[in-house]
Every structure is written in structure tokens, then in C-alpha cells.
T-cell receptor, first 116, second 112 residues
Framework: GAGVSQTPSNKVTEKGKYVELRCDPISGHTALYWYRQSLGQGPEFLIYFQGTGAADDSGLPNDRFFAVRPEGSVSTLKIQRTERGDSAVYLC??????????????FGPGTRLLVL | GENVEQHPSTLSVQEGDSAVIKCTYSDSASNYFPWYKQELGKGPQLIIDIRSNVGEKKDQRIAVTLNKTAKHFSLHITETQPEDSAVYFCAAMGQAGTALIFGKGTTLSVSS
């Protein structure tokens, strides 16, 4: 079946601009996660949704980052006033069971964000 | 919080040899340990995972071992093939409800 999809695959923006990154989870997966992966590093947790609500946003680095999942399926990660340090690959994952059940997480291909 | 250390950072083997990647974790409450393979330009792909109620799990050429006392777990790949070349990440999840924490990755190169 279809896996996790993310759009766009690449995004180039200028410092100070606003960007939105989209994630389509595997159909039926109620849990959705966002991670950020810098070059040469492992993914770092940003936020976790169970259904429509953000159950854990402890990984968001600051208030420029925000994510929504209004209908419990597609999610959008929003970054305001982008900085060069925001350049990274933003990964989305979904799982059938939530984090409290340690559900197996399946990742999308990521969005490569470059802030000039 | 949880901290995961992964070694080595790079590993080169000849086709047909075995490869072993080791990880240690800090939170004794961690009880879920997945391994992911990431190819260039792609997202991480789950290859095997283990939960703390077992000490070893095997899937064809891939096996994972877990030593909860020593707080370390290892990935073993036997009969390596060039298509095994990729970056491998270990991860650990603490008590239910905490985030998955990843190691920094191991770049495996298999030469034919």
C-alpha cells in the first residue's frame, strides 16, 4: 500500500520567509510525528499527534515552529521567519499505535529545506 | 533524558563479510529499540526492531541482540551485499509515551 508521503520534496526559501511542509500519513494511522534531520545526524523529534491533537510538542525548538493536523490525517508543519539554521531535512512518520503503545513508526521521504 | 551512542560512525566491509553496529543507551527504562536503514535522498526505513522482553531477534540476514543489564544493543548483518550500503540508525524509546531517540548513524560501505 501507499507509504507516508511528503510535499514538497525540496524547498528553497529566503531568510525571514514563511514555509509550510505537508505530510500525508499511511491510511488508518492515527499517530503522526515530525522530525528534523541535520546533515550527518540522526532524526530529532519535534512533535507528535494522536488524532487531531498535539500530544507532545516538547521537541519544537522555539515558537517559530508550529504544526497542525485539523482532520486527524494530513499534517502541516509551519515555520515562521525562517533562519539559515532551520535548513535541514524535515521527516514525517506515522504509526498505527500511538507513542504510548510504542507503535512502529514508518517514515516518509522527507522535505529538504534550504534557507538562503 | 535518553541518550543513544552509536559506533562505529563508518564501517567498510567486503561483500560476503559480516557487519556489526553497536549502540548504548542511558535510560534503563527504555524498552523499544528499532533499527532504520537510510539510503541517500530517502527517508529512514525500518529494518528490524526489538522489545525488551526478548534478547535476540532475527530476520533472514539481519539480527539484533539486546543486553538490558549493560544497556546496549547491536545490529548484525551477515553475508553483506553491495545493496546493504547505506546509513544505519539505532534508536531507543523510553517508558511508554516518550519520544524515539536516535543515534548519529553508521555509514556502511560494502565493496564487491
Amino acid at each position: 500500500g501507499a507509504g507516508v508521503s511528503q510535499t514538497p520534496s525540496n524547498k528553497v526559501t529566503e531568510k525571514g520567509k514563511y514555509v509550510e511542509l505537508r505530510c500525508d500519513p499511511i491510511s488508518g494511522h492515527t499517530a503522526l510525528y515530525w522530525y528534523r534531520q541535520s546533515l550527518g545526524q540522526g532524526p530529532e523529534f519535534l512533535i507528535y499527534f494522536q488524532g487531531t491533537g498535539a500530544a507532545d510538542d516538547s521537541g519544537l525548538p522555539n515558537d517559530r515552529f508550529f504544526a497542525v493536523r485539523p482532520e486527524g490525517s494530513v499534517s502541516t508543519l509551519k515555520i515562521q521567519r525562517t533562519e539559515r539554521g532551520d535548513s535541514a531535512v524535515y521527516l514525517c512518520a506515522s504509526s498505527l499505535l500511538g507513542m504510548d503503545s510504542q507503535g512502529t513508526q514508518y517514515f516518509g521521504p522527507g522535505t529538504r529545506l534550504l534557507v538562503l | 533524558g535518553e541518550n543513544v551512542e552509536q559506533h562505529p560512525s563508518t564501517l567498510s566491509v567486503q561483500e560476503g563479510d559480516s557487519a556489526v553496529i553497536k549502540c548504548t543507551y542511558s535510560d534503563s527504562a527504555s524498552n523499544y529499540f528499532p533499527w532504520y536503514k537510510q539510503e541517500l535522498g530517502k527517508g529512514p526505513q525500518l529494518i528490524i526492531d526489538i522489545r525488551s522482553n526478548v534478547g535476540e531477534k532475527k530476520d533472514q540476514r539481519i539480527a539484533v541482540t539486546l543486553n538490558k543489564t549493560a544497556k546496549h544493543f547491536s545490529l548484525h548483518i551477515t553475508e553483506t551485499q553491495p545493496e546493504d550500503s547505506a546509513v544505519y540508525f539505532c534508536a531507543a524509546m523510553g517508558q511508554a509515551g516518550t519520544a524515539l531517540i536516535f543515534g548519529k548513524g553508521t555509514t556502511l560501505s560494502v565493496s564487491s
